[in-house]
């Protein structure tokens, strides 16, 4: 018989070992194959090749605690889109890493192939984020990203805090990742565990998947990873999201986690083999008791796919839930509230949406069909993508100005005791409709609304509407969404989940979502931001931590309404009309610590500096359109310089973007362009960005600074350039085929 020591040694000597374990310090090159703990400290290990590994940790079983050890893989003063190569790169089987931190790197820890690998309390924020390009005008075309492939690992060139490929039951727990592009990605990865992770503040996503199942992200802090909004100028999020399911990523649970103020909150598409085969997507996920609120585009986006969308609150969203061609799906008990549309699904089948609650949305759900589809789906051509059979179930609409919109669809039944509140026009229906059932429901309106309601021909011969008597109001509206908790399938919360929320007084709403060059604000210093322009006159808001300001220099200021205070703070600024910038320095200190846009501590009370800069100056430019040869597959320079211009334009701004023909009689694809302008501007340095697709060339002084004449997606060059005094540019561009843009922008270099 086996004594208690010798059956408990196993057991207990790993740990034994580890706790015996002696330090080691950090160098480029090292290999890590035994359990460790890391000498704390910071480690300057540079990386110049994009897929080099700084230190490898290879090996079974092993245990590495770097005790909070900083790698930094940039030299002070590299901008985040110089950064290169891989801090720390995982091989092996059952290996935990703990306490580890690393910025400055392309991507800050890659595994592959790890199974049972555990990331523990580690930081990996202020990596690789590229440059945006869009302004607070106008958005940039090249700022949008494409996850629509990764077989060949294409998600890297948009850098990580953490890649994870073909990692089997990972466990992801308490780390913390902002001021990246993306936080965490995962590609062939499943029967995970992501929990109690804070991905907040990055501009691409917070977590993305890629043929990627049976994971369980849940609990986790995933708010403003966003790009792509400027409030009340455009919301278009640019495919950024809190949390991406791409391509055959199926059966995950993504429960109890804050996922606000992101591009889409859960952007779910079924992937390409999909789109080609009809068959697959990304298939029975449950995503369950999420705050997916303040999205600028959609707070769920779920395609092309049979999904569970349960227990969420969506509030202040474009699109609640967004389910173009979705089959089968469940959406129940979720509160949709302020959105433009609350669930919009065009050519979705058999789906069911019972006992949700929509309050104060435009319209509250929107079914429809097109009547012709893309002849290049294969989905297309092999699946029904007919608008039928969906069941509209003891859900309540509370005043929401049209709660149905139902259009060129078949067997839609809106029955089962829905209550209608306060409302405009209950159904729209702007195509005729097949078998709409509509019984069993209870209305509450005026007289002249139930008119309205009765005046729709596919009510009309209804006898099932129990309408009731103007003024009266249901005891208990929230009656329908009493649900048993066994009929919303409720997944077990981990007993240390977090409850992940906003901190109680954290902003919310979109018009926080405030971008700069670098991505979302996160709040941890002082901004200064432009509220309202009218003329010559700006209004400013300081906003961040509170501490004392003062200006430190302008230019550009004819008069401006204080000159020092405490933040948050209002001021007034007036242009001096003679001059192109308005350029404002602020001295700031705070009481307490704040953090750069690049994560450098500012100590309490020690001065930090920000700034606000407009650069005014207004170009007159003369833009000529050409229709190219068809067989042309690179189009010639010859077409614009002996070619006759079938158009002739003067645009303010040259800032354009092109589905189809950009004016009447030029060709929608192959068309090129001539633009050209002459100014006088006064002496200093100045940056010029020129966003194209397809190829462009620009001149000053007929002296050629852009090339990038060939096929290309919206891409963006940059020079610097001395200017003064009289000046001309020339912009040569041409369209190959498909989308164009063409997109121009300038300012002083500080």
């Not at 173009?324 to 919009?344: D, H, L, P, Q, V």
């Not at 009266?472 to 981990?494: F, G, Q």
């Amino acid at each position: 018989m086996k004594s208690l020591w010798t059956t408990l040694i196993p057991i207990f000597l790993p740990f034994f070992l580890f706790a015996q374990t002696t330090e080691i310090s950090l160098s480029k090159g090292l290999i890590i194959n035994e359990s460790c703990k890391v000498t704390t400290g910071n480690y300057a290990i540079a990386s110049s090749a994009e897929k080099e590994a700084c230190i490898t940790i290879s090996g079974e079983n092993l245990v590495i605690d770097f005790q909070n050890a900083e790698m930094r893989g940039a030299a002070e003063g590299v901008l985040p889109n110089l950064f290169s190569g891989r801090a720390i790169v995982v091989i092996g089987k059952n290996i935990i890493l703990k306490n580890a931190r690393a910025r400055g790197y392309k991507i800050a820890l890659f595994a592959e192939g790890v199974e049972g690998l555990t990331l523990e309390n580690c930081d990996f924020s202020y990596n690789y984020r590229p440059r945006l390009r869009s302004i607070r005008e106008r958005e940039d075309f090249s700022d949008w990203l494409s996850y629509h492939h990764n077989e060949q690992d294409e998600w890297m060139r948009y850098g990580a805090g953490i890649y994870l490929k073909n990692c089997l039951r990972a466990m992801v727990k308490g780390c913390r990742i902002t001021g990246c592009q993306n936080a965490l990605l995962m590609t062939g990865c499943n029967d995970g565990l992501v929990y109690n992770n804070f991905f907040t503040f990055n501009s691409g996503l917070g977590i993305g998947l890629y043929r990627s199942s049976r994971n369980r992200l849940m609990h986790n802090r995933l708010d403003w990873n966003v790009r792509g909004y400027s409030h009340g100028f455009y919301q278009r999020g640019q495919d950024s999201a809190g949390i991406l399911l791409y391509e055959q990523s199926s059966q995950n649970t993504i429960a109890y986690s804050s996922v606000t103020h992101c591009g889409d909150g859960l952007f779910l598409w079924a992937g390409q083999t999909t789109m080609d085969t009809g068959e697959g997507g990304c298939n029975d996920n449950l995503i369950f008791g999420n705050d997916f609120s303040y999205a600028p585009t959609n707070g769920v986006e779920v395609t092309f796919s049979r999904n569970r969308i349960q227990g969420n609150k969506i509030i202040d969203c474009t699109y609640g839930i967004w389910g173009g061609y979705s089959y089968e799906s469940s959406i129940t008990g979720n509160f949709i509230a302020g959105c433009k549309t609350g669930i919009a699904i065009e050519h979705g089948q058999n789906d069911t949406i019972q006992r949700n609650a929509f309050q104060f949305d435009s319209t509250g759900i929107q079914l429809w069909a097109r009547e012709t589809q893309p002849s290049d789906w294969g989905y297309a051509q092999k699946r029904d993508t007919r608008s039928r059979d969906a069941i509209l179930d003891r859900n309540i609409f509370l005043n929401t100005r049209k709660p149905l919109k139902i259009s060129n669809s078949k067997n839609i039944s809106v029955n089962g005791e829905n209550l209608f509140l306060g409302f405009e026009k209950l159904l729209e229906t702007p195509k005729p409709n097949e078998n709409l059932k509509f019984i069993r429901n209870d209305i509450y309106s005026t007289e002249a609304k139930i008119a309205d309601v009765w005046a729709n021909p596919e009510l009309a011969p209804s006898k099932n509407l129990n309408f009731s008597h103007p003024g009266k109001s249901p005891d208990n509206p929230y009656a329908a969404l009493d649900i048993p908790l066994r009929e919303l399938k409720e997944p077990d919360s981990l007993p240390d989940g977090m409850l992940a929320v906003l901190p109680k007084g954290f902003p919310r709403g979109r018009k926080f979502i405030l971008m700069d060059e670098w991505g979302p604000f996160d709040f941890r210093r002082p901004i200064a931001t432009l509220d309202t322009l009218a003329g010559n006159l700006y209004s400013l808001v300081l906003i961040g931590p509170s501490g004392n300001w003062k200006i430190a220099q302008m230019e550009g200021v004819k008069s401006i309404s204080a000159k020092r205070g405490t933040v948050p703070a209002a001021l007034t600024v007036e242009r001096d009309p003679s001059s192109d910038v308005v350029y404002i320095e602020f001295e700031y200190s705070s009481p307490t610590v704040i953090k750069t846009v690049f994560g450098e501590v500012v100590p309490t009370g020690k001065s930090y500096k920000f700034d606000f800069q407009r650069f005014e100056k207004k170009l007159e430019w003369d833009i000529q359109f050409f229709n190219a040869n068809e067989s042309d597959s690179l189009i010639s320079s010859q077409t614009i310089t002996k070619g006759i211009p079938v158009v002739k334009k003067k645009v303010s701004e040259l800032a354009f973007a092109w589905w189809g023909s950009p004016a009447e009689g030029v060709q929608e694809d192959k068309f090129a362009t001539l633009s050209t302008t002459n100014f006088s501007i006064a002496p200093g340095e100045y940056i010029i960005e020129l966003t194209s697709d397809d190829g462009v060339r620009l001149y000053v002084d007929n002296k050629l600074l852009i090339e990038n004449w060939d096929v290309h997606e919206p891409e963006t060059d940059e020079i610097t350039v001395k200017l003064g005094g009289n000046h001309n540019i020339r912009i040569e561009h041409f369209d190959a085929g498909g989308f164009a843009t063409l997109d121009f922008r300038m300012r002083v270099k500080r």
